[in-house]
């Protein structure tokens, strides 16, 4: 059996620098907001090309608290509204409305998955205050056009970096294309704590200090408390971790890369429509999501080769009974991504036999 993704094998290439992160954390005496923390968030912020990093405690909280800082700045206020790609993750919405601001859905591209920029202007308002780019599946959103909109139209732009750790656009990463930038560590993601964790990136210091201080009971230093803030703190133990997995983010990607690369050359097979990369250092492929309108038996028939698949996602946000609100919008390229996407193994624990073996079932695949 071919895992989706083999966290255990992932963590294992890495297993005794991990022991030794954890036992230094474990160790110190010193849980939350001490000196691994700090020296990831230096080192994190390092390596984006940011000034600033804030460490929280997951990917939803740095959005959140991006918007809420921007809100306590007086640069938004309640009900301001946001644009975002309507086929992304819940949690960029979600982080939208727990601010007390708008999401406003706005339809991608099937080329690229990521937000169609010709479509943001219809989508702004005299409310708008920002966008919210995701770079989805870990392909960098259309940025140039995305920050000229902005731009025009005195927009913030956050970027949702959270499947795109070290992608590059333009010689920057992510998390240094916007105004700010919400990551997240989870376990599966291209850089994975052993547990909840996220980050701010930003070069804006008033933004990382008021971030900062709602991140900790908005508090400026201890008992003083200047913001009705949130706890959302990375700990010692997961920064420890991170720090140690950060200088193994790049070749991670690279052999994620080259995973990618073999897909799109060697995978023939009328039924299915691979990515189009024009420019492989745009894409980490924290998701390898090839379409096909046979989903559903394509899937059955990769599970039937040993072959575990996953759906990203199954229904799209303006679907879900959550977000009632937005059920009467008319998004079908949202919904034809939802329902053509299938997501192949694509990670840094898999062998070149495993390769083989997805694109020789993908290619047998026969309606
Ligand atoms: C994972 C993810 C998040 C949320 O991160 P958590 O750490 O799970 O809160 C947000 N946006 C996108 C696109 C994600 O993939």
Redesign the pocket.
């Known amino acids: 059996m071919i895992k989706y993704c083999d966290l255990k094998k992932v963590n294992g290439a890495h297993g005794n620098e991990l022991r030794a992160a954890v036992l230094r954390a474990t160790e110190s005496g010193w849980y939350i907001l001490g000196i691994e923390c700090k020296a990831f968030e230096n080192s994190f912020a390092g390596y984006c090309g940011c000034t600033h990093c804030i460490g929280t405690g997951?990917?939803?909280?740095?959005?959140t608290i991006i918007l809420l800082a921007y809100k306590e700045m007086g640069v938004m206020n309640e009900g301001d509204e946001v644009v975002v790609p309507a086929n992304?993750?819940i949690?960029?919405i979600l982080?939208i409305m727990h601010a007390g601001l708008k999401p406003v859905l706005c339809e991608p591209t099937t080329e690229t998955c990521n937000i169609d920029p010709d479509r943001i202007e219809d989508a702004i308002t005299e409310r708008t205050r920002a966008i919210m780019a995701?770079?989805?599946y870990g392909r960098t959103a259309e940025m140039e056009h995305i920050n000229a909109i902005a731009r025009k139209h005195s927009l913030k732009v956050i970027e949702?970096a959270?499947?795109a750790h070290g992608a590059m656009y333009n010689g920057k990463r992510t998390g240094n294309l916007g105004d700010a930038a919400?990551f997240?560590?989870?376990p599966g993601?291209n850089l994975g704590a052993l547990g909840?964790?996220?980050a701010i990136t930003t070069n804006d210091p008033q933004l990382a200090q008021t971030a900062r201080a709602i991140a900790n009971y908005g508090s400026t230093e201890k008992y003083v408390n200047k913001y009705q803030g949130v706890n959302s703190r990375l700990d010692e133990l997961q920064a420890a971790v991170l720090s140690a997995k950060l200088p193994h983010l790049d070749s991670d990607n690279e052999r994620r890369r080259s995973i990618a690369r073999r897909y799109i050359a060697e995978i023939d097979n009328p039924q299915v429509t691979l990515p189009q990369v024009e420019d492989y250092s745009r894409h980490v492929f924290?998701i390898f999501a090839l379409m096909s309108p046979q989903r559903e038996k394509l899937q059955e028939h990769l599970k039937a080769e040993g072959i575990e698949t996953l759906i990203h996602y199954p229904i799209p946000p303006h679907r879900q009974e959550a977000l009632k609100q937005f059920s009467h919008l008319s998004l079908p390229i949202t919904e034809q991504i939802h329902r053509e996407e299938l997501s192949l193994p694509c990670n840094p624990a898999m062998s070149d036999e495993e390769v083989t073996k997805v694109i020789e079932a993908v290619n047998s695949f026969r309606p």
């Not at 997951?58 to 959005?63: E, I």
């Open positions: 997951n990917g939803l909280d740095a959005l992304t993750y949690a960029t982080a995701v770079h989805l949702d959270a499947q919400g997240s560590f989870y993601k909840d964790g996220g924290h």
